[in-house]
Structures are given as structure tokens and as C-alpha cells.
């Protein structure tokens, strides 16, 4: 029993290869745009006022950002064939073309207009690493390999900037490093042969909380639920704009920050341990993700009582990226999940897709009242309300569904057995299919030769009328 439990935990926290493609996939991409990015803001500190550049960068930019993942969204729904490898390799190299003179040109307007066609193209690098965060990696690591990819690339940028990298040479090696990342990604996806047909159909979404009974046809009682599907996309892209522009309300990493000395790597390694927290705190449970990033909206109160008091600002810093890790984990895997649920893959870019407009927002309106914490607790307030309201509204339609219109897995499972006539041992085989498990692991688990479980498999695949595994949990969640 204890070898079972052990050989259960291990599978439940090893990553496969799908996982681990991803962990690249998501470590090279935001590595590459995080690089690039902090290339552009470190040359704008050079050319413009602080104000200017938070106008510029954290909301323009990304504005920008935003924009290039609707982009890709669009291309994922209208013509599946536009998100394949190739458009993911041209994205990086104009994201390289334009980080150049982003970065090299000393005319301010150049700069800038360079830097904004830049941060498009960064949005579109991450709208094609969120389709295959949802199609190609399981939903019970998805948290982690998401997490662990974003936190490895920050602590890299903070080993570079431990060897003087993005100091005085950053003009000339912050570009080197994008254009050395680029080729490790062209070199890579020909390899991640799951990458262009993992954008049609979306992948497993056993292993969190999240129920997908509102999506399609309810199977207990026949009735179509399209409206309920509807509800929960717009419910939760409006949660995610507000919980991100709350966040953003109450500290916004100001320029001028930078200015006066903070170390902008060192404070995101913080960033990097509420990330790896909570993408381990969402696999073990989406409820307890979720909550997680709702505490977290208490820290712009403190934020904002702390401003103007003798506090480290690198103290605030350290603090507001820490649980803007929470943040950043709920939204991306709220909507990856979404879309495996509903398997509508470009559904799984929204998230980000709505924090991104939330952060520019949030930070427009602080540019706007100008520091002035009385008017910003009172908008802050105001926000949070509407915001507990609808999170507490999409927590009920997504982890608390209501059991009465459901049928409960056991009776789905023992239906589904009795019409295709399914024998007790194809039964357990079945079990440990839809969870996932690969032949030997199955034989493992049941006690029997790798041979027998391919003669179930096969026999269950040949009743139900399945090529493979693949359709067969199609026609069982669809059952």
C-alpha cells in the first residue's frame, strides 16, 4: 500500500514530457520578453521622466500587450492553422527587429513607437504560450510548470544582473541575450510536435476542482447550458480586470523607484517565490488558489497607508511582488482551465489577456490622483466591493456547482459501463485511462502484465468505437 501511495505521489508531482515542454516553452518565452522589456524601460529612465515612462511602459505598453494577445485569440478561433509553430517563431523575431532600436536609438519617439510595435509582439509570444499551457501540459501541474517557468526566468535575470549584465553593457547584451533565446526557441518547438495540433483541441482537465458541467449540454438533464458558459467567461474576465487593477491601485512600481536605486531583479525575485507558491498552492487545490489570490487584495491597503511613512520603498516592492505572484497564477490558470473545460482553446488567453487592461488601468488612475491616498483608498474600496462580489459570484459557478442538476461521477462512470457493456476488469482499466495513467503504470496498479491491460484497452477502444485514448475520454466526458 505505501509503494502504491508513493508511486501515486510521484506521478502526481513529476513532470512529463508534455509538462516539461511547457516548463520551456513558458521559461524561454518570458525570459526573452522579460529581457526585452526591461531593456526598453531601463533606455526610457534614460530619455524620460519617471512619470512619463510609467505612462509609457505600464500602461501604453501594456495596452500594447494586451492587444497582441486578442490577436492571437482571434487567429486561435477563426483559423486554427495561423497558431502553429511558424507564427510562433516569426513573433519572436519581430519581437527582436523592433527591441533593436527600442533599445539602441537615442530619438525619444523612435524609441517609444518602437517599444510599443515591441510590446505587441510580446503579447503575441504570450497568447502562444498560454494555448499551449492549456492544451499541451496536465491540469493537475498546470499551476506548477506555469509558475516554475515564469519564477526560473526571474531568477535568471537576477543571476545576470549579479554579473553586471544589465548594467552599463545592457544596451548591447540585453538585445544579445533576446536574439541568443530566440534561437534556443526556433532550435526547440520542431522538437514540441504537440505545439500546432494542441491548438485545435484542448487537453485533459482532470486534476483541479473546476467543473465543466456548465459548458455545452448538461447530461443530466439534456438541456443546453451555453448561457451558463457565457456567464462564467464574461464574470470571470471582469473579475480578473478589477482584481488586477485593485492590485495595481495601490502600488504600481513607480520609475522613479528605479531612479532613486531599487534593484529591479532583486525585487522580482520575490515575485518569483509568491509565483512558485502559488502555482504549488492551485494544483493541490483550485479553491485554495483562488482564495489565496483574494487575501492578497488586502496588500494595496497596506500599500497605501505605508505611502508617505518612513518605510523601505524596496520593503513595498519586495512585498507587492510576492503576492502579485498569487495574482498572476489565478488568472492564467482560471482561464486555462476555462478552456480545457469547455474546449474552446483561445478562451485560455483571456486571462491574461484581462489582467494585463486591469494593470493599465490600475495604473492610470494612480498616475492620475497623483499619489493622493485619500481619493485612492476611497476608488480602491469602491473597487474591492465590486470585485469580492463578482469573485464570490464566480467561485459559486465554478467550484460550488449545483449538485441536484448534476449527475455525480460514480453514476456517470457506472452508465457509461452498462451501455457498452464493459466487464469489472475493463471497468478498472477504464478508471485509471480517464486518470491518465500510461499501460505500465495501469499494470502496476492492477497487478498484471503490461499485455493483459493492452488486451483491455484494446477491447474497451473496440466496444466503445474509439481510435484511441484521446477520443475515447472525448466521448466519456461528453457522455
Not at 505500465?440 to 497487478?447: K, R, Y
Request: proline residues 3%; hydrophobic residues 50%; aromatic residues 12%.
Amino acid at each position: 500500500m505505501k509503494t502504491r501511495n508513493l508511486q501515486k505521489l510521484n506521478h502526481r508531482y513529476a513532470l512529463d514530457a508534455g509538462d516539461t515542454g511547457g516548463f520551456l516553452v513558458i521559461f524561454l518565452c518570458f525570459l526573452l520578453t522579460s529581457a526585452g522589456y526591461l531593456g526598453w524601460l531601463y533606455h526610457l529612465i534614460d530619455l524620460k521622466p519617471a512619470a512619463d515612462v510609467d505612462l509609457l511602459t505600464e500602461v501604453l505598453g501594456y495596452l500594447c500587450q494586451a492587444a497582441g494577445m486578442g490577436v492571437i485569440a482571434g487567429c486561435a478561433y477563426k483559423k486554427p492553422e495561423a497558431a502553429a509553430r511558424s507564427g510562433f517563431l516569426i513573433s519572436c523575431l519581430l519581437f527582436n527587429v523592433f527591441l533593436f532600436p527600442a533599445v539602441f536609438l537615442t530619438n525619444t519617439t523612435a524609441v517609444i513607437l518602437c517599444g510599443f510595435i515591441m510590446n505587441l509582439f510580446c503579447g503575441c509570444i504570450a497568447g502562444y504560450y498560454l494555448l499551449d499551457l492549456a492544451s499541451n501540459v496536465n491540469a493537475e501541474k498546470r499551476a506548477t510548470v506555469f509558475s516554475l517557468g515564469y519564477g526560473t526566468a526571474a531568477l535568471a535575470m537576477w543571476l545576470l544582473s549579479r554579473v553586471r549584465v544589465l548594467s552599463g553593457m545592457r544596451a548591447f547584451l540585453i538585445p544579445a541575450l533576446c536574439v541568443l533565446t530566440t534561437a534556443c526557441i526556433g532550435i526547440y518547438l520542431p522538437r514540441r510536435k504537440r505545439l500546432v495540433s494542441g491548438f485545435v483541441s484542448a487537453g485533459d482537465s482532470r486534476g483541479s476542482d473546476f467543473t465543466a458541467v456548465s459548458f455545452g449540454e448538461d447530461p443530466g438533464s439534456g438541456e443546453n447550458t451555453s448561457g451558463s458558459a457565457g456567464t462564467i467567461v464574461l464574470t470571470a474576465c471582469l473579475t480578473i480586470l478589477l482584481l488586477s487593477m485593485v492590485k495595481n491601485l495601490g502600488f504600481s512600481f513607480p520609475a522613479a523607484d528605479i531612479i532613486q536605486g531599487i534593484s529591479l531583479e532583486t525585487t522580482r525575485m520575490f515575485y518569483a517565490a509568491g509565483l512558485i507558491i502559488s502555482g504549488f498552492v492551485c494544483d493541490r487545490s483550485r479553491k485554495y488558489g483562488a482564495l489565496c489570490c483574494l487575501i492578497s487584495l488586502v496588500i494595496p491597503f497596506v500599500m497605501l497607508t505605508l505611502s508617505g511613512e518612513p518605510v523601505s520603498a524596496a520593503a513595498l516592492w519586495c512585498l507587492n511582488y510576492f503576492t502579485y505572484g498569487f495574482v498572476a497564477v489565478f488568472r492564467v490558470i482560471l482561464f486555462s482551465d476555462i478552456a480545457d473545460a469547455g474546449r474552446m482553446l483561445p478562451l485560455s488567453v483571456l486571462g491574461l489577456f484581462s489582467g494585463r487592461i486591469g494593470d493599465a488601468l490600475g495604473t492610470s488612475v494612480y498616475l492620475l490622483c497623483g499619489g493622493r491616498r485619500s481619493i485612492l483608498i476611497v476608488i480602491t474600496a469602491l473597487l474591492f466591493m465590486i470585485t469580492m462580489f463578482l469573485f464570490f459570484h464566480l467561485y459559486q459557478l465554478i467550484y460550488m456547482p449545483e449538485q441536484v442538476s448534476q449527475k455525480s461521477e460514480e453514476e456517470r462512470f457506472f452508465a457509461f459501463a452498462v451501455r457498452y457493456d464493459l466487464s469489472p476488469r475493463e471497468q478498472d482499466v477504464l478508471q485509471r485511462i480517464l486518470q491518465g495513467d500510461s499501460n505500465s503504470e495501469i499494470a502496476a496498479e492492477l497487478f498484471v502484465a503490461e499485455s493483459t491491460v493492452k488486451y483491455h484497452v484494446h477491447n474497451i477502444l473496440q466496444k466503445t468505437g474509439c481510435r484511441n485514448r484521446n477520443e475515447l475520454m472525448m466521448i466519456y466526458r461528453t457522455s
